[in-house]
């Protein structure tokens, strides 16, 4: 049971309440994150841009998120984005093999290894050691580490957040979350 009450989305007001009507899936995090009620909106919006608008892509991010979850003990993360990772096309070996920290296997590539080497280092040390930031660089541009940097900050604070209130679980919502943060087509 969460160590604070779970906001009910009738009970929120000002910007919580909005998020919260917005949410076609109402998830224990964002009941939790809805006591910073100056902070959600803003929180959303950046979790928003996260999963609709990096030029990292959707598998990069989702490898880094689940690395945050293994290495943070993010069981909450951990469980919503496995399936937004094999619905965005991140094969299960790969899942597997973060499971298992096993960061250099086989199943990476070889961007796909430095990436996961450098967030390593950025959730662990802080600070990166040269060799691995060349080797990230080498295969990233500028935007994309800087974007890379900030997935793991964002998901460092929700693993945070979960872990130390002891945010309930949530059934794994899939998709369904992913997809309501994607842009919408409105020239049709």
Same mark, same amino acid.
């Given at each position: 049971?969460?160590? !604070?009450? !779970? ?15 917005? !949410? ?16 959600? +909106? ?11 608008? +990096? ?6 991010? @989702? ?19 496995? &399936?937004? #990772?094999?619905?965005?096309?991140? &094969? ?21 290894? #430095?990436?996961? #080497? ?15 930031? #060349? ?11 800087? @974007? ?12 945070? !957040?979960? @872990? ?6 949530? &059934? ?17």
């Amino acid at each position: 049971m969460a160590r !604070l009450t !779970l906001i009910h989305p009738d009970d929120a007001t000002g910007d919580a309440a909005k998020v919260l009507a917005s !949410l076609p899936v109402k998830l224990n995090i964002f009941r939790m994150l809805a006591h910073a009620e100056s902070c959600v +909106l803003p929180q959303v919006r950046l979790g928003t841009a996260i999963l609709s608008s +990096l030029d990292l892509g959707h598998r990069r991010r @989702e490898l880094l998120i689940l690395l945050v979850a293994r290495i943070e003990g993010g069981a909450y993360e951990w469980r919503q984005h496995v &399936p937004i #990772a094999l619905g965005v096309g991140v &094969p299960q070996a790969q899942i597997d093999a973060i499971e298992q920290a096993n960061l250099a296997g086989e199943v990476f590539d070889s961007a796909e290894r #430095a990436l996961l #080497a450098f967030g390593k280092q950025v959730i662990e040390a802080v600070r990166v050691e040269d060799g691995v930031f #060349a080797e990230v660089r080498r295969h990233f541009s500028e935007r994309e580490i800087v @974007e890379a940097i900030l997935v793991i900050g964002f998901y460092m604070t929700m693993a945070r !957040l979960t @872990e130390v209130t002891e945010t309930d679980l949530d &059934p794994a919502s899939g998709m369904t979350v992913f997809d309501s943060f994607q842009p919408r087509d409105t020239s049709a």
